[in-house]
């Protein structure tokens, strides 16, 4: 089965920076996408960022545009988001997912989950 081990969550000021690993094992595919979500307190998860390993395909959403960077290291199985000018809104639990094929915005199209890691923003 597909593994996904996520990291680098922490505590920072608004406007400092945090890096999120996302680590994925056991597939075989090569037509694939990891995605980052997140979910905040008493909130939806939300789509944050997408990349899809045949194209490179990169997906944003609105709110992070500007700030937030994912990329792919293929060699190492590792997928990053980069997290600059943090804002306090940016709070939440942090997730990576893998699903076959193109990037998707709804969470329920992915089919496996990390654990998550929480990003906490102060003011």
């Known amino acids: 089965d597909v593994q996904l081990q996520a990291s680098g969550g922490g505590s920072v000021q608004a406007g400092g920076s945090l890096r999120l690993s996302c680590a994925a094992s056991?597939?075989?595919?090569?037509?694939?996408?990891i995605g980052w979500f997140r979910q905040a307190p008493g909130k939806e998860r939300e789509g944050v960022s997408c990349i899809n390993s045949g194209y490179g395909d990169k997906y944003y959403v609105d709110s992070v545009k500007g700030r937030f960077a994912i990329s792919s290291d293929r060699a190492k199985n590792t997928v990053s988001l980069q997290m600059d000018s943090l804002k306090p809104e940016d709070t939440a639990v942090y997730y990576c997912?893998?699903?076959?094929?193109?990037?998707?915005?709804?969470?329920?199209?992915?089919?496996?989950w990390g654990q998550g890691t929480l990003v906490t923003v102060s003011s």
């Open positions: 997912a893998y699903r076959r094929g193109s990037c998707h915005a709804v969470a329920g199209e992915y089919d496996y």
């Open positions: 056991g597939f075989t595919f090569d037509d694939y996408s």
